[in-house]
């Protein structure tokens, strides 16, 4: 049996054996967490004094190159992961679920700290805005590294997924992290940390784990440092109110279990296949991963008229389910993380029992197979119903963390406003969905319903065919929920990343402000290019290189020609009666000539550095154009961002921002935007 080690300050502590750990699976111990107690002074000051300046030696593009290299290194290495999750109960699919999908999650942020994050370590909150009438003095927003270290508390159900999907944005964001799973599955991360060691991709001090306890870990954070933490709701409550995270306002994310819900509308009769849908998603929400996700539905609210009709069908799919060693091809479902937590599933059932009945459990032919699964935390998937469960508090205040969920009906006959009643009384939810055929329904119950659930599933038919699932969160999309829920906020592709960031307000100059945030700023000094800025390569250009256009006078033939090639003849452009009754009182250009006039005023057409054109950013036509304005336009380099990427060729490239200014004879502003190119590097010497 291995006794677990921890990895702080660089090396892997524990010696002695202390908890034994059983094979959920068979009971056969697996490992045992150390008696050695951690030094989390040490670990601190590891994190402080070796992690954050290595993290702080790279920017974000070059932190996101990080997580790209060890997400296909974990890829490469899964199998590892594979067998040693086998003792924690998950069948292939679960296990998939948490290893593939905690690769997946460091490959995603990977993509968004690449696309959407800058060089450097300063994230400029723009754009900037006038606090003056002169234009000499403005404000902005800014977002730098706290400079601090993140505590991640993770839970039992996800050993690998639960920490990589916490330590991704934290590690974009500059954030040295110290990891504790929750004990039981703590071998698997244990197993998944020393792949991330070995590999050597991630700087000395930006990852440690704690197996076992927290110590006094929680009384030595700092005003900089992070919290976050997934687990039941009480110990949320707990944590939340640990005297020192209070006495430093050092911020805590919570992300505990709620009684999520899914209601089948009014709309959905048994011959739609959106009836299906709902019986298919609230089965599988009981048996994946045994039931142990904090997103798996527990609630399946029900028109009364058509209670029986799905209390049947689940009957019928549940009963098809089989039940053991997940190392069996055959099984479906494996065993709870623990005896620990079977036993506590037991108890919970218990008290929902109350005020239920049985509609499917242990006493329709539960037996697991395999061999040794006597000796397993197995539990029989359990529907339960309650039928008055506005009466009956029980269904919508304790949850039961396996493969149990119940059924409770709702009177139609209004709507589907009782449904949603029924949804706020678990007081806060992770996840809810709603199958529907109809677009008014989902109209009218999603904003009612999205007070009291941090994500909203609407399954129809044409969602089905690639719909993720009720309980699956998603990088791109908020993993969080209100009140029971935690009150905190995980995932969302760039918005978990700024949640380890610091945001601060800045005065000043629009000069001093280009200066701090690496952008040009609108009135800050330019410099006026001697060299056509497109004909710069990248490391060459610098923020405020400007070039001013000559002039162009538009004329009839102007819009007369445009309308030609691009089909548009709207009416201010051709009808000079309905123009001059408009508001504009005249006829005008096309905006969309406006914009192509200006590139052509300011491209530099021979082959260059400038390599594409791949979008505009915040395009506006301010001012109209009429036949005989003048117009130019600035150019000017507004913002870099180094990826760190070559082309085919290998030749390396980066990306150029370059403000446009279109103005008119009077110099006042007609049309404003962001230019988005590739610009090529200067060709590499040998």
Known sequence: MTTLQSYIAGRWIGQQGAQQLRSAVNGQPVASTH????????????????????????????????????????????????????????????SWIDIEGGAGTLAAYAGIGSNELPSGNLVHEGPAFALGKKGGFAGTHILVPRGGVAVHINAFNFPVWGLLEKFAPSFLAGMPCIGKP??????????????????????????QLVIGGTGDLLDRLEGADVVTFTGSADTAARLRVHPNLVRHSIPFNAEADSLNCAILAPDVTPGDEEFDLFVKEVAR?????????????????????????????????????????????????????????????????????????????????????????????????????????????AAHDVEAFGPVSTLMPY????????????????????????????????????????????????????????STGHGSPLPQLKHGGPGRAGGGEELGGLRAVKHYLQRAAVQGSPTMLAAITGEHVRGAAVRESEVHPFRRHFEDLRIGDSLLTHRRTVGEADIVAFGGISGDY??????????????????IAHGYFVLSAAAGLFVSPAPGPVLANYGLDTLRFVKPVGIGDTIRARLTCKRKIDRNRKDASGQG?????????????????????????LVSKKPETT
């Open 570 to 587: 709207f009416y201010m452009h051709f009808d000079e009666v309905a123009a001059r009754e408009s508001p504009f009182g005249k006829r």
């Open 35 to 94: 008696a050695e107690a951690i030094d989390f002074a040490e670990a601190l000051a590891h994190a402080r004094r070796v992690g954050l300046p290595a993290l702080m030696a790279l920017d974000f593009q070059q932190r996101a190159e990080r997580l790209k290299a060890l997400a296909k290194h974990l890829a490469a290495h899964k199998e590892t992961l594979y067998a040693v999750s086998a003792h924690t109960g998950a069948t292939r699919t679960d």
């Open 411 to 466: 009177d139609s006959a209004d709507g589907i406003d009782e449904a949603l009643a029924l949804a706020a009384r678990g007081r806060g939810s992770l996840v809810g969905t709603l199958v529907t055929r109809d677009p008014a329904i989902a109209a009218r119950a999603i904003p009612v319903a999205a007070a009291w659930h941090g994500r909203l599933l609407v399954l129809d038919r044409e969602a089905a065919a690639e």
């Open 182 to 207: 929750a004990t039981a599955t703590s071998y698997l991360t244990e197993a998944l940390v020393r792949l991330i060691v070995q590999s050597g991709i991630l700087p000395e001090g930006s990852l």
């Open 285 to 393: 929400e009981m048996t994946v991963k045994a039931g142990q996700k904090c997103t798996a539905i527990r609630r399946a609210i029900v028109p009364r008229q058509h209670l029986d009709a799905v209390a049947e069908r689940l009957r019928a799919r549940l009963a098809k389910t089989v039940i053991g060693d997940p190392s069996r091809e055959e099984v479906r479902m494996g065993a709870l993380a623990s005896h620990a937590q079977q036993a506590d599933v037991a108890e919970r059932v218990a008290t929902l029992l109350q005020g239920a009945e049985l509609v499917y459990g242990e006493r329709d032919g539960f037996s697991p197979v395999g061999d040794g699964v006597a000796d397993g935390a197995f539990f029989a998937p359990t529907l339960l119903l309650s039928r008055r469960p506005l009466e009956h508090d």
């Open 653 to 677: 490239q980066g990306v150029v921002a370059w403000d446009v200014e279109v103005t008119n004879q009077d110099g006042e502003l007609v049309a404003s935007y962001d230019i988005l190119t």
